[in-house]
C-alpha cells in the first residue's frame, strides 16, 4: 500500500473546493471552504434546458473546473493539468505523483464509484487521491459522499475513462505554490468584483442574475414540463439543497465567504453585499421547498410560489453585486 502522509480529510460540501482544500493544505495553504469558494469566483446561476434533457436544471456555480483555475491563477499557484486518452497513461501519472508523496486531483463521472451514494452520470466530479493498493484507490471526497473514502481500481478507471457531457479526458491535476508566496488576502477584491461582474453581464440571457429572471418565469410552469412531477421536482429540490451545493445553491458558501472578507476588509459595498446574500441564501432553501412540495402535492401553486420568490431573488442578487462591483472604490460610506 502506498498512501501520502499527513492527509487532512475535513468535513467539507463541495467537490472541487474539497480538493482544492486538499491540495493546498499539503501545500502549506490552509484556507476555509468558502474562502477556497470566493478567492475561486465560484458563484453563477445557470437555467439549463434542451429537448434531450429529462428536465431543467438550476447550477449554481461556475463550469467544472473554472474555480479551480480561478483560484491557482489568482493566488500564485502552478497548477499542472495531464489529460490523455491512455488509460495506462493516466494511471502511471497519477501513481507516480503518489508515490513522490503528493496527492492528485481526478476529474471523473461520479457514477462509477463504489461508495457514491446517488448513481448519477456527473462527469464534473472530482476527488482527490493521496494512496492506492493492489485492489483500491484511496480518495477524498466531500463529507455527505463519506470524506476519506476508497473505491476499486476497476471502478476508478471507469470514472476516468467515461465520456459524456462535463468530462475530461482522464484529466488529473497537481498544484505548488512557490516559495515566498503571499498570502492570498490581498487577492480577495479581484475575486469579488471578477465574479460580480460575470453575473451583472452574463454572455446568454439563461445565465447570472438573468437566468433567475427567466427561471421565475419558467419554473411556475415546471408540472407540464414533467411526465412524473413527484420524482423530478424533489429531485430538482435536493439538486439546489444538498448535491454538493452546501445548500440554498451554494449562496451558504458565498455568504459565509463575504463575512470572512468583512473580517479582513472595512468595506461599506461589501457589507452590503454580505447582507443581501444571507437574505438570498434564506431565499434559495425557500425556493427549494416550495419546488419539492410542489412535487408532493401535484398543487401547482407551490410553483408560483417559487417563481415569485425567485423573481425576487434575480433582484436581489444583481443589487447585492452591483455593490460588490464597486468594492475597493473610493466612494465608502
Known amino acids: 500500500m502506498t498512501k501520502v502522509v499527513g492527509i487532512d480529510a475535513r468535513g467539507t460540501q463541495h467537490c472541487e473546493t474539497t480538493v482544492l482544500g486538499v491540495l493546498l493544505r499539503h501545500q502549506g495553504l490552509d484556507l476555509s471552504e468558502p474562502m477556497l469558494f470566493g478567492l475561486g469566483s465560484g458563484l453563477s446561476f445557470i437555467y439549463w434546458d434542451s429537448k434531450n434533457m429529462g428536465f431543467p436544471f438550476l447550477g449554481g456555480r461556475v463550469k467544472p473546473f473554472e474555480l479551480t483555475r480561478n483560484l491557482t491563477t489568482r493566488i500564485g499557484l502552478e497548477l499542472q493539468v495531464q489529460e490523455t486518452t491512455s488509460p495506462r497513461k493516466a494511471w502511471d501519472r497519477v501513481a507516480a505523483a503518489v508515490d513522490a ?160 472578507c468583512a473580517d479582513l476588509l472595512d468595506d461599506s459595498h461589501l457589507r452590503t453585499g454580505h447582507g443581501l446574500y444571507a437574505e438570498a441564501a434564506a431565499l434559495w432553501t425557500e425556493a427549494a421547498a416550495m419546488i419539492a412540495r410542489a412535487g408532493e402535492s401535484g398543487d401547482g401553486q407551490f410553483l408560483v410560489q417559487a417563481g415569485s420568490i425567485l423573481g425576487d431573488l434575480s433582484r436581489i442578487e444583481a443589487e447585492a453585486m452591483q455593490a460588490l462591483s464597486c468594492l475597493g472604490s473610493k466612494t465608502q460610506a
Open 101 to 260: 508523496g503528493h496527492p492528485v486531483g481526478l476529474q471523473l463521472d461520479s457514477y462509477y464509484l463504489d461508495y457514491f451514494g446517488s448513481k448519477v452520470h456527473f462527469g464534473g466530479h472530482v476527488v482527490a487521491m493521496y494512496g492506492y493498493d493492489e485492489h483500491a484507490a484511496y480518495l477524498v471526497d466531500t463529507d455527505p459522499q463519506g470524506g476519506a473514502v476508497s473505491t476499486s481500481l476497476t471502478s476508478l478507471a471507469q470514472a476516468r475513462a467515461a465520456r459524456g457531457p462535463m468530462t475530461a479526458r482522464h484529466r488529473s491535476f497537481t498544484v505548488t505554490a512557490p516559495r515566498g508566496l503571499p498570502t492570498p488576502h490581498g487577492q480577495l477584491v479581484p475575486a469579488i468584483t471578477a465574479c460580480a461582474d460575470a453575473f451583472l453581464h452574463p454572455p446568454i440571457a439563461n445565465v447570472g442574475h438573468r437566468g433567475i429572471a427567466k427561471a421565475a418565469k419558467l419554473v411556475p410552469a415546471w408540472l407540464q414540463r414533467t411526465d412524473d412531477p413527484q420524482r423530478d421536482l424533489p429531485q430538482a429540490a435536493l439538486l439546489m439543497e444538498k448535491a454538493g451545493t452546501g445548500g440554498a445553491l451554494f449562496r451558504n458558501l458565498y455568504r459565509d465567504f463575504l463575512a470572512e
